[in-house]
């Protein structure tokens, strides 16, 4: 995941492929703020987080192999 911090968009990469379903972003009091579906994303993805408030945000994505949990700082100037 790159850029971190972002400012509009971030990019979700893949390179091995693994299957994915979909990415859920939550803000830090446990509300979910945005959701993607990453079933056809190939290698890399981009999401637009343009809307959200200057904060931390967790992403918890979800695939075939299990859910991974990543930190996400939004600062748009």
Known sequence: MYPNPAD????LSNPRQIDLSEVTIYDLTGRIVH???LS???????IDIAT???ATYMLVIRGDQGISTKQLIVNNY
């Open 8 to 11: 509009s968009k971030v990019n």
């Open 35 to 37: 959701k993607v579906d």
């Open 40 to 46: 056809t994303m190939g290698s890399e993805i981009t």
């Open 52 to 54: 959200l408030a200057n």
